[in-house]
Structures are given as structure tokens and as C-alpha cells.
């Protein structure tokens, strides 16, 4: 399936992150940067231990604000390690600390000079968070994000899952819709 395109700058495809050429990937990472299952354990998997390294200097990560580090093995020249909110219920500013992962990632992508972005379902899997909540949070934050950072030409949302395809797809189309009709 060619990926969805969107005068936004957004794109959604199926695939592993961790073949995206682009310029950074963002790693759906946790507090103590230590690694561990999911999209997570794939990145130092294919990356090597040089981004664990790194990620063991810097030491912590707060959750809603991210990291970057090189990128080892992987194709891309950086990582982005932004830590998501674990959902408990929608009671623990989960809506907020998702957006800010967000745009903590984008404001990093553009301070290493990166065009391109390509972004997980972040916290979606381990950490709980509805898809459907997650896409529409998620995909506003950064749509208002590249509003201000005319710098970054392209951020590819990549899903494992059919399934999370479609959710965001709809999430993306009606974000549009509603962009559409303030104009
Ligand atoms: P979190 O702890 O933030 O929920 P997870 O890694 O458990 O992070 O899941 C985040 C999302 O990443 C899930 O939707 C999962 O399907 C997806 N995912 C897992 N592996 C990959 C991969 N290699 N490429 C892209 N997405 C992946």
C-alpha cells in the first residue's frame, strides 16, 4: 500500500522503525533509558550497544520530554528517545505528557538539523494508552509542532500493526477535516 500522504507533512506506513532512512527515529523509551520489549528492544537490537551506551550516560528521561543520542547500526543518523505516559485511566495527565513526548522530540529533531522524522505509536503497546486516544493526541501535537518548525519537511508515523494503521489513518483524516473547515 503506497504510504497515506498529507499536505500536513505527515505520513503513516506499515513497517519496522527501525529500516526507516530518515533522518531520526524516535525510540518509544522509558524513564531510566534502560531498554526492554517493543519498539524499545528493537532499536538496541538492531542498532548495537553504542545507543545503550549513550543512553546510560545521559542517565534519565522524564516522562513527556525525550532524549537523543547517534544511532549505531540503524540507517538513520540519530535516535530520539522520548518516554510516553503510562495510561491510568486518562486521571495522570497522560493527554499532556503524550503531546509534550511529542513535541519534545521535534524541537530536538530540529536543534540536530534533521529533515526527516519517523515516530512509533508511543505508548500504545506496554504502556496501555487507547490507540484511538493516543493517534488523535499524538498526531495534533505534532501537526501544531511543525507548524512552528517549518524546518522539518516529513514525519512518517510507522505502525507493526494493520490495525494501529487504520486508527491513526482515521485520527489523520479527521484532524484534516476539522483543519479544513477553521480555514
Ligand atoms: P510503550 O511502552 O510506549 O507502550 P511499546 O514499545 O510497548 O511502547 O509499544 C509502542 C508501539 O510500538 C506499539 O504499538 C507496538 O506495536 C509498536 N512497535 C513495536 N515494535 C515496533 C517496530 N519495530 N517498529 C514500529 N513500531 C513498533
Keep these: ?76 543518523r540519530f535516535v530520539i528517545h522520548a518516554v510516553g505516559p503510562v495510561w491510568e485511566g486518562g486521571r495522570d495527565d497522560e493527554e499532556l505528557l503524550l503531546a509534550s513526548c511529542h513535541e519534545r522530540a521535534l524541537e530536538l529533531a530540529r536543534e540536530h538539523g534533521c529533515r526527516t522524522v519517523a515516530f512509533p505509536a508511543i505508548s500504545t503497546g506496554a504502556y496501555g494508552y487507547p490507540p484511538e486516544l493516543a493517534a488523535r493526541v499524538a498526531l495534533r501535537a505534532t501537526i501544531e509542532a511543525l507548524e512552528r518548525l517549518p524546518m522539518i519537511e516529513k514525519v512518517r508515523f510507522v505502525f507493526v500493526d494493520e490495525n494501529l494503521l ?18
Design 1 to 76: 500500500m503506497p504510504p497515506a500522504e498529507s499536505p500536513l507533512r505527515i505520513e503513516l506506513a506499515l513497517g519496522d522503525i527501525t529500516k526507516e532512512r530518515v533522518d531520526a527515529i524516535v525510540n518509544a523509551a522509558n524513564s531510566g533509558l534502560r531498554g526492554g520489549g517493543g519498539v524499545d528492544g528493537a532499536i538496541h537490537r538492531a542498532g548495537g550497544p553504542e545507543i545503550m551506551e549513550e543512553c546510560r550516560r545521559i542517565g534519565h528521561c522524564d516522562p513527556g520530554d525525550a532524549v537523543i543520542t547517534g544511532a549505531g547500526r540503524l540507517p538513520a
Design 166 to 183: 487504520e486508527i491513526y489513518g482515521r485520527a489523520l483524516a479527521h484532524l484534516k477535516e476539522s483543519a479544513e473547515r477553521s480555514v
